[in-house]
Structures are given as structure tokens and as C-alpha cells.
Nanobody, 119 residues
Framework: QVQVVESGGGLVQPGGSLRLSCAAS????????MGWYCQAPGKQRELVAT???????DYVDSVKGRFTISKDNAKNTVYLQMNSLKPEDTAVYYC?????????????WGQGTQVTVSS
């Protein structure tokens, strides 16, 4: 079994910063990509940022220059540094991990962490 656990969400004022963390643990043999998705009320879940095992990153246009994704391979942990936060960044942020166990490749999701940007 594989566990994906996010942390770091909360309430922040516009212009503020938050750092999200996501750790994958359990019977995962290899990790291919780790990423962050967000889902605002009434909207579909959408990509925020991803990072591959080789360190290549990708961001949705709306967060470029404000958010930074990074990872610690030794800890199977991915981070999302969120700066210059805007009210429209308010959403539940989910961590997504693609990798493989002894049963084969699969996709794993965390339970989500709420980010609220409001004055």
C-alpha cells in the first residue's frame, strides 16, 4: 500500500506565502513524477505544477514566477513554495504521485490540503 500525505495549507492574506509538503511512503519502488493539482469550489481539478524524477518542472501559466516546485528524493517528498498569493489561488491542493509498486505502475493521490487566500 502507498500513502500520500499533504501538509502546509492554511489561511493567508493576499501577497503572502505558504509552503506545501507532500510525502509518499509505503510499498512504492520507484517514483516517476510528483505534482500538485488544485480544485476550487464548483470547478474541475487542474494541474498546478509537476516535477519529474529527473528534476524537470512544468507549471500552469497562472502560477509561473510565483510558485516553485521542488523535491527531496531521499524523503520521497515534494514541496510547493507559493509566493505572492492571490484570492484566486484559493482551493484544495492535492498531491499526485505516479510510480510503481511490485504490482506495477499506478497513480496515487493525497487527501488534499485547503489553501485560503483572503484578507
Amino acid at each position: 500500500q502507498v500513502q500520500v500525505v499533504e501538509s502546509g495549507g492554511g489561511l493567508v492574506q493576499p501577497g503572502g506565502s505558504l509552503r506545501l509538503s507532500c510525502a509518499a511512503s509505503g510499498r512504492i519502488l520507484t517514483i516517476r513524477t510528483m505534482g500538485w493539482y488544485c480544485q476550487a469550489p464548483g470547478k474541475q481539478r487542474e494541474l498546478v505544477a509537476t516535477i519529474t524524477s529527473g528534476g524537470s518542472t512544468d507549471y500552469v501559466d497562472s502560477v509561473k514566477g510565483r510558485f516553485t516546485i521542488s523535491k527531496d528524493n531521499a524523503k520521497n517528498t515534494v514541496y510547493l513554495q507559493m509566493n505572492s498569493l492571490k484570492p484566486e489561488d484559493t482551493a484544495v491542493y492535492y498531491c499526485r504521485v505516479t510510480g510503481a509498486t511490485i504490482q506495477g505502475p499506478s497513480v496515487y493521490w493525497g487527501q488534499g490540503t485547503q489553501v485560503t487566500v483572503s484578507s
